[in-house]
């Protein structure tokens, strides 16, 4: 048997430049890592077969993993069949890239079990059309994504920080949040400067994700968990991607810890950060 943990990460601004012809839309987005994480467990068996904790999520051609699956058997072609078992923690429709995240660990969890020798440029030009963020996975590293999130400049952004990260308990839909959105093509501050020059006490004046207008407007308690994110003490607080998880960062790890189980009390899935995280990218052999 084979384990692998897939984490999840969270946007530190997001401009909305333009709308393609694709229908896909031009972004500028800050890629780093939260400790939110959902538990692999891949292993040989008689048939594909793909088992999640949770029930309500289907395992089925809708699920990314069962796609990564399907391109890898397709494009390269797959010796053996396997059953993936996937401990969810990761709640879905949050803006935290769980699905993306899951699909770049079946890439590279296959990869090394089949001996397949695929580079990660390779595994990145197979996930092409499975979905935006999985490049960023892939590669496992923080930086700026650029394009429709395939283009990944590294940039050593991981805050050195407390990051509180709270889902309201209310799925957003990726398609509403960018078909509702303004675009931008110019926008006021340039994101990589913030990211890397500006002291995050500032980021609350300059740092945005754009499509926070699109979203508040219908799920309400993600705009009151920004609020809530700053009268708990954030330096800065955002939402993450196209919601409707929500982050806050902290200075001091008691404010952080105060927010954290604030937000567990309410009955609010909630995860807490450590400063300068770096997630493990292992796959180990267990047995």
Same mark, same amino acid.
């Given at each position: 048997m084979w384990i692998a943990e897939s984490y999840a990460k969270i946007n530190l601004g997001l401009h909305v430049l333009?709308?393609?012809?694709?229908? *896909?839309?031009?972004i500028e987005?800050?890629?780093?890592?939260?400790e939110w994480s959902d538990r692999f467990e891949v292993k040989q068996a008689p048939e594909m077969k793909l088992e999640i904790s949770d029930e309500?999520?289907?395992?089925?051609?809708?699920?990314?993993?069962? %796609?990564?699956?399907?391109?890898?058997?397709?494009?390269?072609?797959?010796?053996? =069949? *396997? +059953?993936?078992?996937?401990? %969810?923690?990761?709640?879905?429709?949050?803006?935290?890239?769980?699905?993306?995240?899951?699909? $770049?660990?079946?890439?590279?969890?296959l990869n090394k079990i089949e001996d397949l020798g695929l580079?990660?440029?390779?595994?990145?030009?197979?996930?092409?059309? +499975?979905?935006?963020?999985?490049?960023?996975?892939i590669k496992g590293k923080t930086g700026l994504g650029r394009g429709i999130g395939h283009d990944i400049k590294p940039l050593d952004i991981q805050p050195n920080y407390w990051i509180v990260t709270c889902f309201p308990n209310?799925?957003?839909?990726? $398609?509403?949040?960018?078909? =509702?959105c303004m675009s931008n093509s110019d926008p006021e501050f340039d994101l990589e400067k913030i990211l890397t020059e500006i002291h995050i006490d500032e980021w609350q004046y300059m740092l945005s994700n754009d499509l926070e207008q699109a979203v508040f407007p219908r799920i309400h308690v993600a705009g009151n968990l920004k609020d809530q994110?700053?009268?708990?003490?954030?330096?800065? $607080?955002?939402?993450?991607?196209?919601?409707?998880?929500?982050?806050?960062?902290?200075?001091?790890?008691?404010?952080?810890?105060?927010?954290?189980?604030?937000?567990?009390?309410?009955?609010?899935? $909630?995860?807490?950060?450590?400063?300068?995280?770096?997630?493990? *990218?292992?796959? *180990?052999?267990?047995?």
């Open positions: 333009e709308r393609l012809p694709t229908g *896909y839309h031009e987005t800050g890629f780093c890592f939260i309500d999520i289907p395992t089925d051609d809708r699920n990314l993993i069962t %796609k990564a699956v399907g391109v890898l058997d397709r494009y390269v072609g797959l010796e053996h =069949n *396997y +059953l993936i078992r996937v401990d %969810k923690k990761i709640p879905v429709g949050a803006g935290l890239g769980g699905g993306s995240s899951n699909a $770049a660990l079946t890439l590279r969890m580079s990660e440029d390779e595994m990145i030009d197979l996930s092409r059309d +499975l979905g935006a963020d999985i490049p960023f996975f209310e799925q957003s839909s990726t $398609a509403e949040a960018y078909q =509702n994110m700053y009268e708990f003490g954030a330096l800065y $607080a955002s939402m993450t991607g196209s919601g409707s998880a929500v982050y806050g960062i902290f200075e001091q790890d008691f404010v952080a810890t105060n927010a954290y189980k604030g937000f567990l009390e309410l009955d609010l899935p $909630a995860n807490i950060t450590r400063p300068g995280f770096s997630p493990d *990218y292992g796959i *180990y052999r267990k047995g």
